[in-house]
């Protein structure tokens, strides 16, 4: 049996001359749980060219909602040509019915197990249209995932880890806890160390989204990575802040940033979104603690939140100058569709553009409460403007926090975001008028 997985391209021209940020965690992740004796190729269109006519006898597409429109054209071409389709993801997890009109399976949630299931179901031709399972798949004794089929010269970050999936807090805006619950799901300690010295390199990224959410089950990990000589980046929340020793532990272990949610610098737009791990906090103290232990943020805002003026959107862009965050990332509220945003703006008649391909967090596609869709893209695009202009990124760039200076790390990442972001500049989506786009030789 013979399988292709794909990824989507979501926008045509983004990330640093044809390389994109990090590879799609999920195609690596169902090679691994496909029996060994199928032969399973992986295609990331983000980096490379889907080729439609592909001799095989089963497709699997992983999806986001930017990226939706496309795999459903590439889902056609493939089911035109009598090649079944499999539907999985954040996406067709939001929207089952939507994805089934363009797939022969839709796989709600996470594929371990349900995987297995479906390639057995379709070795003996019977493939059931949905798979949806309650239950969510201990994360204990996982295969490791096959990133032997990766290019990975095409990523900036080719090696990601995920140790955890899950996450206690229900962000209005965010689709993670639909799709991975609210309870913290851990892999076994050990099971990520040997992970991390299989992949035999220096410098790696943690995918999960808050990697100190238990700070006991943190010290343990990062204590076991000191050995390691390792340079990472994560995610995590600021409740780091309150913990010296899981910050001290984190340094040791080589951590030289966090990608953290900030989110807003208005309290009633934090309790608006439910952001939880930041209320109550004195925002700017708890930044110095971080960045007192060494450690570079990379901040994430989010603008057009229903108290968010055109006012909130400055002050947001001028703290995030002030205390001078290694980078920040601005983006314009976006309703994911299964998050509680998109429920109560489509209560509200407030979507603008139903368009998937615009759900990039860079296009307005619904009407905000305090300012109007122009002034609010006009905020996004002053805020890069601002925050990536020469003298900022400058004056940012060269803050000694202990450790090494990280220059050439702040430089490149501060002058990757300049290039796709300033300007006003939104990526350009990938037409999706029912045309298949010619391959595009892989850059
Ligand atoms: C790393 C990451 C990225 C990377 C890599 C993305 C990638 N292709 O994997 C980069 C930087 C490129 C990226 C870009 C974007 N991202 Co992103 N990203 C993440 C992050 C932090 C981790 C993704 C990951 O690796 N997860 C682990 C893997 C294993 O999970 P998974 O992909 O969902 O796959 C599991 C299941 O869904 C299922 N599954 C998935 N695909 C398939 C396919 C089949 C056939 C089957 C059976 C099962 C199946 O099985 C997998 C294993 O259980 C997530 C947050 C999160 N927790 O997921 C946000 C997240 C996925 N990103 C998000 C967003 C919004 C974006 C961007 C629009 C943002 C932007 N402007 O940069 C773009 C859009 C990209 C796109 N393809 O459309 C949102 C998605 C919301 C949504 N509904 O679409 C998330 C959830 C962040 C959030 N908190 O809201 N992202
Ligand atoms: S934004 Fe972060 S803290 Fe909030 S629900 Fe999503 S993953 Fe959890």
Redesign the pocket.
């Known amino acids: 049996m013979r399988i292709l997985?794909i990824?989507p391209a979501?926008r045509t021209d983004c990330w640093n001359g044809g390389k994109?940020?990090?590879?799609?965690?999920?195609l690596p992740?169902?090679a691994s749980l496909t029996p060994p004796d199928v032969d399973v190729q992986l295609m990331d269109e983000n980096v490379g060219a889907v080729d439609t006519k592909a001799e095989v006898d089963l497709v699997?597409?992983?999806?986001?909602?930017?990226?939706a429109p496309r795999a459903y054209q590439i889902a056609d071409a493939f089911r035109a040509r009598g090649v079944p389709v499999?539907?999985?993801?954040?996406?067709p997890?939001?929207m089952p019915e939507e994805a089934g009109r363009h797939a022969d399976a839709v796989?709600m949630?996470?594929?371990?197990g349900?995987?297995e299931t479906?390639l057995e179901d379709f070795g003996r031709g019977q493939m059931k249209p949905l798979y949806r399972s309650d239950e969510r798949p201990s994360l204990e004794g996982l295969p490791l995932p096959r990133r032997d089929l990766l290019k990975r010269s095409a990523y900036l970050l080719p090696n990601?880890i995920?140790t955890a999936?899950g996450c206690p807090h229900a962000c209005t805006f965010?689709?993670?806890t639909p799709?991975?619950g609210r309870k913290y799901r851990f892999r076994p300690v050990d099971e990520v160390v040997e992970e991390v010295r299989s992949l035999g390199v220096r410098s790696l990224g943690f995918?999960d989204?808050n990697i100190v959410a238990s700070p006991a089950r943190a010290k343990q990990l990062f204590e076991k990575l000191i050995p390691l000589k390792l340079q990472w980046v994560g995610?995590g929340d600021l409740s780091m802040a309150k913990d010296p020793e899981l910050m001290e532990l984190m340094r040791r272990s080589g951590c030289v940033a966090m990608f953290v949610g900030l989110e807003s610098t208005s309290p009633e737009s934090l309790a608006l979104a439910h952001k939880q791990p930041n209320l109550g906090l004195d925002l700017s103290e708890t930044i110095d603690t971080v960045h007192r232990h060494g450690l570079d943020i990379i901040g994430s805002f989010v603008f057009g939140l229903d108290a968010d003026t055109p006012e909130v959107c400055t002050a947001t862009l001028e703290f995030a100058m002030r205390k001078k965050l290694a980078a920040a990332q601005f983006?314009v509220l976006?309703p994911?569709?299964?998050t509680p945003v998109y429920e109560q703006l489509v209560a509200e008649d407030r979507i603008l553009d139903p368009d998937w391909s615009k759900?990039?967090?860079?296009n307005v596609v619904f009407k905000p409460r305090g300012m109007s869709p122009a002034e609010l893209a006009a905020e996004r695009a002053k805020a890069y403007d601002r925050f990536y202009s020469m003298g900022s990124i400058a004056r940012r760039m060269l803050v000694w926090r202990g450790g090494h200076p990280k220059v050439l790390l702040r430089a490149a990442t501060n002058l990757s975001y300049r290039r796709i972001n300033r300007g006003g500049r939104i990526c350009s989506t990938v037409p999706h008028d029912g045309r298949v786009a010619a391959p595009r030789p892989v850059r």
């Not at 699997?60 to 990226?67: D, F, L, P, R």
């Not at 949630?109 to 371990?112: H, P, S, T």
């Not at 759900?359 to 860079?362: A, E, L, P, S």
Request: net charge negative; with cysteine; glycine share 12%.
């Open positions: 997985l990824a979501w994109t940020l990090t590879p799609p965690n999920a992740i169902l699997g597409i992983s999806s986001m909602t930017a990226s499999v539907l999985g993801g954040m996406h997890t939001a796989v949630g996470e594929a371990e349900q995987w479906l990601m995920h999936r965010c689709s993670v799709v991975f995918g989204d995610q983006a976006t994911f569709p299964g759900y990039t967090m860079g």
